[in-house]
Structure formats: C-alpha cells, structure tokens
C-alpha cells in the first residue's frame, strides 16, 4: 500500500509500472489491475477553465488517504493498491489522482478501486479554485459519479 | 488551553486568517474554538471540522494542545 502526495505533474503510466516494478513479489499473483486516472479537464459546469489552484490539509490528507485504503484491503481481497494526488497548481490535461488496485480477480480489483475514488472524494481534504477567464472562484462541489 | 486553529481554502478568505493560536480558559468545544479564533463570526452552514484530522462536529470536546481545523466541502480527485 501506498499513498504518494506529488507538488508537480506526473505521468501514471509510469508510476504505475514503476511501482510494479519495485513489487517483484507480486509478479505472478496478481490477475487483476483495476486503475482510475483523473485529468483535469478544460471545461467545468459550462465555463472554460484555464488552470486549478489544488490545496490540501497536508497531515489529514495523507491520514484519510491511507484510511482508505487499509479499508479497501479489509473489504476486498486485495494484493495491493497505490495512490498518487497532485496538490498546487494544475493545467488542463494534466493528471490529478492515480488509483490502482492489484488482486488476484477481477470481482476485488474493480469495486475497491471504484471505493477508493468516490472515498476519496468525500474525505480526503482538497480544495480546487479554478481560473475562468480573468476570475478565479473555489469549485464547490464534486461533479456526479 | 492552547489550540491550533486552521482555517482552509474558501473559509480561509472569508475569515481572514489561515493559521490561529488560541491560548484561552474558556474554551469546552469546537464551537468554541470557531467563535474565539473568528471573533464571533457566524459558523458557515456547510463548513466541515477536524479536530486532530478527524472529522468532528462543533459540539465535540476539545482538550489542551489539539489542533482544530475549519473547512468548506472537500472536491479532491
């Protein structure tokens, strides 16, 4: 298990197979990789978004962040999960959230990772402020699932 | 009583304040914290509290040495 706060962009597809590569004691036991990449889009409740300022609670997040995920692994069969979470300023198409879920079945993999996104969009203390135009305003809520 | 107070994203511009340190007598709950660290500001509907990182409400007990943290709806991911 393990949950990654990142200040600059990353690639989760690299992430992603570098942490594979540092679990050599997983190669062959798992059957199952469930991941969901969030990417900051362009546009927001019918406004052009130029850029995102994401703030977060340091401590609290790393706390609830990894609350979450001992949680998933005591619901689900799972192998091991990884989390990785942008913080500070973000542009469009960059990647904010990287989850990813290893099991042996795909029955595990896919509702605990499914778990630890919409977790983590209720618990884990982020704020997103975006730039529209010459403004910038707080996002006030989650879009729907 | 010493408290670390936190004030964060939209309700840190709307108090004015990002980080308060309460050094006070008269202080039992969270809802005492926000009314002395806000100067009798009114608590903010959907605001959300941390006492220690856990979520809380603004009628928990506080003891010596917490940190509080006031919040707005958290939009990660």
Known sequence: MAVKLRGESFDPWQALQTHQN??????????????????????????DVQAMALEHYPAMTQKHLEAISTEAGQRWDLLDTL?????????????????????????ESFPACRYLIE??????????????????????????? | MSITVKFFASLRETIGKSD??????????????WRIATDNHDPVGNMLIAINMEYASLDEMVKDGDEVAFFPPVTGG
Request: net charge negative.
């Open chain 1, 119 to 145: 977790e983590l969009k209720t618990r884990a203390p982020f704020w997103k402020q975006e730039t529209t135009g010459a403004n910038s305003h707080w996002v006030e809520h989650n879009t729907p699932g």
């Open chain 1, 22 to 47: 540092e679990k050599p004691e997983l190669a062959g036991k798992f059957g199952a990789t469930s991941i969901f990449v969030g990417t900051m889009r362009d546009f927001n409740d019918g406004n």
């Open chain 2, 20 to 33: 308060v340190s309460l050094d006070a007598d008269n202080i039992t709950t969270a809802a005492d914290v």
């Open chain 1, 83 to 107: 989390i990785i979470h942008r913080y500070g300023d973000i542009q469009p198409n960059d990647p904010i959230v990287l989850l990813a879920v290893w099991s042996a079945h795909r029955s």
